[in-house]
């Protein structure tokens, strides 16, 4: 008897402040056409949320959404009040000082149970700040991954997909795959 594996919902959130290159981000790994979501509340102004998806196999399947600094907080709570495995990836414009603070910030304001990183792009630019500096000019604990992509060429972004949901696996999920079978590998924008 053959048994399926369980489907597995992976939600990556994917916030920074606005020209950081979060619509970007998400298209470079999402199968689908360039998509916005409407603001759940009809009364609100928010701006509309990236949004993406990557089918890893059929059991596995990662839903990207972005969330600028445009929005206020607990606008898009819903995306955090869910069973499903959940991470958030802070992206820093890393050529702007004032874009630091602003992803910092987001990721204060987020339960910290949720798994997170930061992705620092524009890591191919000749002002571009290195990872160490911007760890060093934010406090961020060294336990928190930094990590350098670019939204130009796409360098660094499945690396940061594939470090995210391996964060979000718990250690129970962890145990029933063999290091050759983790989800992270399977990642491909292909």
Known sequence: MVVEPAFRKFIV???????????QFINWVSELAPQTLPDPNPSNTLKPL???RLTVDNANVIYLYGLS???????????FDRDDYVGVISLLDSTRFDSFAIGKNLINNI???IPYLMAANK????NAWDLDAIRIALHIHTTIPILGCSTD????????IKKIVDMMLTPDDADDQSEDETIGDD???D
Do not use: C, K, R
Request: negative net charge; glycine residues 14%; without cysteine.
């Open 13 to 23: 959130v994917v916030m920074g402040s606005s020209q950081s290159g979060i619509t």
């Open 50 to 52: 990236d949004y993406g």
């Open 69 to 79: 600094d445009e929005s206020p907080p607990g606008a898009w709570s819903f995306l």
């Open 111 to 113: 339960n910290h149970d």
């Open 123 to 126: 890591q191919e630019y000749d």
């Open 153 to 160: 060429t796409g360098s660094g972004i499945q690396d940061a």
């Open 187 to 189: 990642i491909s924008a």
